[in-house]
Nanobody, 123 residues
Framework: QVQLVESGGGLVQPGGSLRLSCAAS????????MGWFRQAAGKGREFVAA????????GYADSVKGRFSISRDNAKNTVYLQMNSLKPEDTAVYYC????????????????WGQGTQVTVSS
């Protein structure tokens, strides 16, 4: 069993930045592909970014490409999501997830999920 705990969410003005962190425990972190997903109020969950076991492969939703960056530190069992140039439409609950696949952008392949952290972009 893998436990995931997100942190770093909050309220930020449009154009601002936030860095989300996701700390993993209870499993072999380096064996899991990791992803970030988000869910805005009244909408379905959507893919944001993913990173492979080794960190060599990454992928992003078109809506965040060039603004968000995913990374991982296997020594610290942590995955990060650096979010820059934030827009009001980025407002959502952000979830960290782990998959036993080496890499995936599909939510259904992720076995473990965190509780989520709220990101609100507003002036």
């Amino acid at each position: 069993q893998v436990q995931l705990v997100e942190s770093g969410g909050g309220l930020v003005q449009p154009g601002g930045s936030l860095r989300l962190s996701c700390a993993a425990s209870g499993g072999t972190f380096r064996s899991y592909g990791m992803g970030w997903f988000r869910q805005a109020a009244g909408k379905g969950r959507e893919f944001v970014a993913a990173i492979s076991w080794t960190g060599r492969s990454t992928g992003y939703a078109d809506s965040v490409k060039g603004r968000f960056s995913i990374s991982r530190d296997n020594a610290k069992n942590t995955v990060y999501l650096q979010m820059n140039s934030l827009k009001p439409e980025d407002t959502a609950v952000y979830y960290c997830a782990a998959t036993s696949s080496s890499y995936s952008e599909r939510a259904r392949t992720y076995e473990y999920w965190g509780q989520g952290t709220q990101v609100t972009v507003s002036s």
